[in-house]
């Protein structure tokens, strides 16, 4: 009874993650300019080239999980980035399901339709078995 959840679940959260990351990473370039102003009245330096660079990163790991494309590994970069999110602007209840989404997508994994798994061999090969299996 619990598989079916097990396996869709995952899919489930890739694209919570999508609806509720989308908007944040693109308003680092739609308002690029109200943004660096944000950072730098937070007393961050050069706060347009870490404007920049948060949004290239919110866009890669929206577009890793969409895809299912080392989604581990997008997800542990997306919970980096909410916690700095949270530590510059303060936490709000989209930062906080992202962060539970990315943390059970850590877990879980990005589930079916995931075009490239690279961290399942890591996780799921017992200690000793050589790489041949």
């Known amino acids: 009874p ?3 959840i097990q396996r869709w679940m ?3 959260l890739r694209f919570l993650v999508v609806a509720l990351a ?3 990473a693109s308003q680092h370039f739609l308002d690029f300019s ?3 102003a944000f950072y730098t009245g937070q007393g961050l330096p050069d706060s347009n080239l870490l404007v920049g660079l948060q949004g290239v990163a919110e866009a890669l790991v929206v577009l890793l999980i969409l895809i299912g494309a080392s989604g581990r590994a997008a997800a542990v970069l997306g919970l980096s980035l909410a916690a700095i999110d949270q530590a510059i ?3 709000t209840l989209t930062q906080t399901v992202l962060m539970v989404a990315y943390t059970a997508i850590l877990f879980a ?9 690279p961290e399942d061999k890591l996780i ?3 200690l000793g078995e050589s790489r041949e299996s």
């Open 2 to 4: 619990g598989q079916p």
């Open 89 to 91: 602007a303060g936490p």
């Open 124 to 126: 799921f090969r017992p």
């Open 22 to 24: 989308a908007g944040p």
């Open 109 to 117: 994994g990005t589930g079916p339709f995931s075009l490239w798994t």
């Open 10 to 12: 995952p899919l489930g």
């Open 34 to 36: 109200q943004q660096a």
